[in-house]
């Protein structure tokens, strides 16, 4: 397969969150490697420098067209075609947003995105993600309408799939891993400690969405910190999202006396993640990270989607569910139980093996589809 006509918008990637970034850097790959000659863009947001590395260059979208004056006039029209005059030269739109579909995000957010490329009629592929709940009448209507036109949309997990098909276009919605669990990781990317060491990670999001008080959360990761300690390994607070989980991470570094990491590039994160005998996270990412470079990985989440993933790995009882002690006595025995170790990672390689066959089929019929629509 090959191209030199196809321009890709990568949308929906938010910096600087790392999980975010590389959803991209793997979009970016998996189509190199497929479609020689593809380029790919992405809306400016966040440093330029950062866009460019990630291989998505920024652009500017354009406003001042005619379009755009006489949008409120005759939207039907002119919305459609100010999309297109905002992104000169783009063919393709390709949506790795990871979760904003959904009532928590609402049809504002919808409409401007998928909706506003199918509607302007570039062939949209809305990557593996969370999707749902769509309970308000505006958000359903919008929601059909990308269902109907999107060239691809996948679910990444059952709850994302039944939220889809609850919709009733009549489509059929199948559920694809998370994109960047075919990401093979480099070890030697990165320089690890020479020792066994536990990567902990936070998420302010578990704040902002209620799941948890901070008195309360930072008790339950003040608890994670010791144990850990009281097993004679050292803990590494891993920032992956570095402006928003700062001011939590910097707190749990100083009570505990560790370590604070920080990366730029995504791969470094997944490279050094996947050296860590254990990997305690918040951040979703953290968690497929972890998990598929052979970690035994434990989460403490805000959404159903931790739930799914480790029920995926067929690990379900890594997941927080309230109870303090039977989760603390699960790192424990990762780390102090070589036996445990061992049988959790060879779960998790032999999984993640079938999630790689998986989505190279996945990414063939994305590649192949993205060349009928030139």
């Known amino acids: 397969m090959s191209s030199t006509d196809i321009r890709a918008e990568i949308a929906g990637v938010w910096l600087p969150n790392k999980g975010a970034e590389?959803?991209?850097v793997t979009a970016v790959t998996e189509l190199r490697a497929r479609i020689p000659g593809i380029a790919f863009c992405s809306k400016a947001q966040g440093p330029d420098a950062r866009r460019a590395a990630l291989g998505m260059p920024a652009f500017e979208p354009r406003k001042g067209s005619v379009w755009h004056r006489t949008e409120k006039l005759w939207p039907g029209i002119a919305r459609p075609r100010a999309t297109r005059a905002e992104r000169p030269g783009v063919t393709h739109v390709i949506d790795a947003s990871g979760f904003a579909y959904g009532d928590s995000w609402g049809a504002g957010k919808a409409r401007s995105r998928a909706a506003a490329y199918i509607a302007a009629?570039?062939?949209t592929y809305l990557l593996p993600q969370a999707f749902g709940p769509f309970e308000t009448p505006k958000?359903?209507?919008?929601?059909?309408?990308i269902?109907?036109?999107?060239?691809?949309i996948s679910a990444r997990d059952r709850q994302s799939q039944a939220h889809l098909e609850g919709l009733g276009t009549g489509r059929e919605i199948t559920v694809v891993p998370d994109i960047t669990l075919g990401l093979a990781p480099d070890p030697a990317r990165v320089a690890a400690p020479d020792t066994p060491f536990a990567a902990v990670v936070i998420n302010a999001m578990l704040l902002k969405s209620g799941t948890f008080g901070e008195d309360r959360l930072m008790a339950l990761y003040r608890d994670i910190l010791t144990t850990i300690a009281n097993c004679g390994v050292a803990a590494k607070i891993v920032l992956h999202e570095p402006e928003a989980d700062r001011t939590l991470s910097e707190e749990l570094a100083a009570f505990g006396g560790a370590d604070l990491v920080a990366f730029d590039d995504p791969l470094d994160i997944k490279s050094y993640l996947s050296r860590a005998r254990v990997v305690v996270t918040a951040r979703f990412h953290g968690l497929a990270n972890g998990l598929s470079c052979g970690v035994p990985s434990l989460a403490v989440g805000w959404s159903h989607k931790y739930a799914e993933l480790l029920e995926d790995f067929g690990t379900p009882e890594m997941m927080f569910q309230g109870d303090d002690a039977a989760f603390l006595a699960r790192i424990r025995e990762q780390l102090t139980s070589d036996e445990a170790q061992r049988a959790v990672r060879a779960r998790l390689l032999e999984r993640k093996a079938a999630f790689a066959r998986t989505l190279?089929?996945?990414w063939d019929g994305i590649a192949e589809d993205m060349l009928r629509q030139r």
């Open 22 to 24: 590389l959803m991209a």
């Open 121 to 123: 009629g570039y062939p």
């Open 139 to 145: 958000l359903r209507g919008i929601m059909q309408d």
């Open 147 to 152: 269902v109907r036109g999107a060239r691809s």
């Open 360 to 362: 190279a089929r996945y």
